[in-house]
């Protein structure tokens, strides 16, 4: 995620920035989606912004160690 929390909280750190992580990862498309789950209204919760990064399959264990996961959303 990307770190953005309700009213304006939290530091929201860009795709790109965040992207920086992958060092040595391909990285196909970055952009930030919205995972679409139901969340309380309160300030200082989660947005459920995330920065999404298409990698190669093959890639996908590294990127998991640097503490991404899988996208399952859409």
């Not at 860009?14 to 679409?36: C, P």
């Not at 990698?55 to 590294?62: A, E, G, S, V």
């Amino acid at each position: 995620y990307d770190g953005s929390l309700q009213c304006n909280q939290g530091e929201k750190i860009s795709a790109q920035e965040m992207q920086k992580e992958l060092k040595g990862i391909e990285v196909f498309t970055a952009e930030n989606k919205r995972d679409s789950l139901m969340r309380i209204q309160r300030c200082g919760t989660p947005t459920g912004n995330a920065n999404v990064f298409e990698i190669d399959r093959k890639d996908l264990d590294q990127a998991k160690k640097l503490g991404f996961q899988l996208w399952t959303f859409e």
